[in-house]
């Protein structure tokens, strides 16, 4: 049974970068080919995907936000992060790891000042 957790820093000023992690349990990252994304719902809005890394270690993401975004991952701890910089107030959200029909329960990322 995969598990995704997600961890986050909860609170992040303008300007500066929000990180949340997602640590997997139940299946190892490298193992076959899949996408681990990262999926945002921000107030009134719906679901956006905002980008994924490949169990090959490639990346994809979301153009609209491509320029500010980063994923990695962690083999060791089986972990695979999201780095957003620049954020403004718009990129307040709850924040979620996937795989497939698998998602965590989310980490609230508020960002202000």
């Known amino acids: 049974q995969v598990q995704l957790q997600e961890s986050g820093p909860g609170l992040v000023k303008p300007s500066q970068t929000l990180y949340p992690t997602c640590t997997v349990s139940?299946?190892?990252?490298?193992?076959?080919?899949?996408?681990w994304n990262w999926v945002r719902q921000s107030p009134g809005k719906g679901l956006e995907w905002r980008g994924a890394?490949?169990?090959?270690?490639?990346?994809f993401y979301s153009p609209s936000l491509k320029s500010r975004t980063s994923i990695s991952r962690d083999t060791f701890k089986n972990q695979f992060s999201l780095q957003l910089s620049s954020v403004t107030p718009e990129d307040t959200a709850v924040y979620y790891c996937?795989?497939?029909?698998?998602w965590g329960q989310g980490t609230q990322v508020t960002v202000s000042s």
């Open positions: 139940g299946y190892s990252i490298p193992t076959t080919y899949h996408w």
């Open positions: 890394i490949a169990s090959d270690g490639r990346n």
């Open positions: 996937t795989r497939g029909n698998y």
